[in-house]
């Protein structure tokens, strides 16, 4: 009996044990966004409905990757749409329980889905030469907190979620929808996101590993307009705005467009007139020849570099040139959001060598990274 009772708490204390680990441990269960990737509800299978919804995907989709609500309106973009379907390499239809109005009438609809061409749309909005949002986007936590005649309270409906992530979809935003479990609700409580307790928010934030974390504060006046403010955390500076609309949803979708529009202002590679940038970068930490072509393959495959060139080598440290499609500071924030390089103590833009001040990324000044495979 007291072999019985010692096997029986020594597996209580394994599934404490294991329990604390896997509450200590950080989440990261964010939505998949696939930037070429777009559905559309058609009411048949005809070549005219594909071709409509193939048009209408192209127009959200080059939004998407390019960042820019803008886009369509660039006169090769338009000219583009009317030839939606030479982009897409793939499509298939799936059944759904959703219905489609047509000539005023709810019809049963299937849901059309299209893969277009990653090569054939980049080289599209180069040549039109507006931005290009990479895939490697920043996820971001959200918290939801409300006001109304009975004070604050947390928002964990399933509708409100919803609305966040088709938008975020759209837009090519990867979001991570807290548990709003015991644990999140005793390390922050409704008042503490209306007040905006940084404090609080950290801690209970951390456990979800995200690239940044979205506060929406927001309640209904009696003329039933939706008033809301957000504050964004974020490692590349903190960002606040206001978003009012006459329902719901459309605060929640224009407070998303606004936070993909602030993040293609820090990512967005715009290609420009006057060439590319030239970029030297050291990088140390590089053991093996192993090491090497990982750190040379990561670099390569970043899309805002075009070429990379070895400048020199010695033992343990790498000097390479890049060439790049934007300037430093949009090098400087790409590398940050990876974290795959991990930057040396550079006290600014420009240092003083020697007796001149020289920009960073220069042969004299170069951009110093760890290599952390």
């Known amino acids: ?126 040549s039109a030469e507006l931005s290009l949002w990479p895939a490697n986007r920043p996820a971001v936590l959200y918290w939801l907190v409300a006001r109304d005649d009975d004070g604050v309270q947390r928002v964990t409906g399933s509708q409100e979620r919803d609305w966040l992530k088709e938008q ?51 309640s209904e006046t009696s003329s039933g307009e939706w008033r809301s403010d957000w504050q964004l955390y974020h490692g590349m500076g903190n960002y606040g705005f206001n978003v009012n609309a006459e329902s719901k949803q459309a605060m929640i979708a224009s407070a998303v467009d606004v936070l993909a529009d602030h993040f293609a202002s820090l990512y967005a590679i715009v ?15 590089i053991e093996g020849f192993g090491a090497y072509k990982a750190a040379e393959t990561y670099l390569e495959d970043l899309a805002m570099v075009r070429r990379v060139e070895m400048i020199s080598v010695r033992p343990g440290v790498l000097l390479f040139r890049l060439v790049t499609e934007g300037d430093v500071e949009r090098l400087l ?8 390089l991990v930057p040396a103590a550079q006290s600014g833009h420009v240092s003083l060598v020697g007796d001149r001040f020289q920009p960073q990324g220069t042969m004299a000044n170069p951009l110093v990274y760890t290599w952390e495979p």
């Open 168 to 218: 975020a979809v759209l837009r090519g935003l990867p979001l991570i929808s807290p548990l709003d479990d015991l644990q999140d609700r005793l390390a922050l409580s409704a008042r503490q996101l209306w007040d905006l307790d940084r404090e609080a928010i950290r801690s209970a934030s951390a456990r979800y590993d995200s690239d940044a974390v979205l506060v929406g504060r927001y």
């Open 1 to 126: 009996m007291r072999r019985l009772l010692t096997i029986t708490t020594a597996w209580r204390l394994c599934l404490t044990f294991a329990a604390l680990l896997l509450a200590a441990a950080p989440l990261r269960a964010e939505q998949v966004v696939d930037l070429y990737t777009a559905e559309v509800l058609v009411a048949t299978q005809s070549a005219a409905d594909r071709e409509r919804a193939a048009r209408e995907a192209f127009a959200a989709l080059v939004v998407r990757v390019s960042g820019d609500t803008g886009a369509m309106e660039q006169s090769a973009v338009r000219e583009a749409s009317r030839r939606a379907q030479d982009f897409v390499y793939q499509f298939n239809y799936a059944s759904t329980d959703d219905t489609i109005e047509v000539d005023g009438e709810e019809r049963p609809a299937t849901r059309l889905v299209l893969k277009f061409s990653p090569v054939e749309i980049e080289q599209l909005l180069r």
């Open 333 to 340: 924030s790409t590398l940050k959001l990876d974290s795959q």
């Open 271 to 285: 290609p420009r007139e006057e060439g590319p940038d030239t970029l030297v970068l050291q990088l140390s930490n």
